[in-house]
């Protein structure tokens, strides 16, 4: 157990310096009646969430999973009290987080992630 424990944490510290990008046949949507973000595929739509969509509007190849993070992160703080900031998570909760989600998202064919940032 502790080895397959061991081994989730390479590969969160692998994909934290790695650029995700939203796949070529994937692309993001906010539909303005049902006031919801979506992210549409061939023959599929996926109704996000604002944490979801706020990762995925940042995965365009030219940051890593650890700089989405910290704008994550920052835009927590914006969001709370500067007083109550304690009650965030620490950053490498929020980079653990991002990185289990990003890759079920390229488990999915969603998301591609490179080992260097992409030319725009």
Do not use: Y
């Amino acid at each position: 157990m502790a080895d397959k424990k061991n081994r989730g944490l390479v590969v969160v510290d692998i994909l934290v310096s790695c650029f995700p990008k939203l796949a070529a046949k994937a692309r993001l949507k906010f539909d303005k009646v049902r006031e919801k973000h979506l992210l549409l595929l061939p023959e599929k739509v996926v109704i996000l969430n604002e944490t979801a969509a706020s990762i995925l509007i940042l995965c365009d190849g030219s940051q890593t999973v650890k700089g989405i993070a910290e704008k994550m992160r920052d835009s927590l703080k914006d969001g709370n009290n500067a007083s109550d900031i304690s009650t965030l998570p620490d950053i490498q909760t929020i980079e653990e987080d991002i990185s289990g989600f990003l890759q079920e998202m390229a488990e999915q064919g969603w998301v591609v992630i490179h080992s260097h940032a992409e030319d725009k």
